[in-house]
């Protein structure tokens, strides 16, 4: 009988938020953990070694295509994630990270998460 009261009151799901954002090369920017970001241009990330773990494999960080590209020198404390336009990527920690590049465009990313609302550019 007061079915259609019920229903009024039920959780409406909620649609992902998403925004796009403009990062410069160079400016440390905060990656919440499960925040995924879509390369509209073509990017290089750098993440610090540390997030990952002692004996912790790489896919249990990094979440992306089969073709993504990580390099992760034998000297320093920095791994890259390289992404082509479309590509999308995420991370099971959070971190700051920084965009690498030889010039000073802004790289463009679709952000994707629950945290994005609280981070609507970077």
């Given at each position: 009988m007061f079915g259609w009261l019920r229903r009024l009151f039920e959780e409406v799901p909620k649609k992902p938020v998403e925004a796009i954002a403009h990062q410069p090369p160079g400016e440390v920017f905060p990656w919440p953990q499960g925040t995924v970001l879509t390369a509209l241009d073509e990017a290089i990330i750098e993440i610090p070694i540390?997030?990952?773990g002692d004996d912790?494999?790489?896919?249990?960080?990094?979440?992306g295509p089969n073709d993504i590209q990580l390099n992760i020198p034998l000297e320093g404390d920095s791994a890259y994630v390289h992404l082509k336009p479309g590509m999308s990527v995420s991370l099971s920690k959070s971190c700051q990270a920084r965009i690498i590049?030889?010039?000073n465009r802004p790289r463009k990313?679709?952000?994707?998460?629950p945290q994005v609302k609280d981070y609507p550019t970077f």
């Open positions: 540390a997030i990952f912790e494999p790489i896919g249990s960080v990094v979440f590049a030889d010039d990313f679709k952000l994707h998460g």
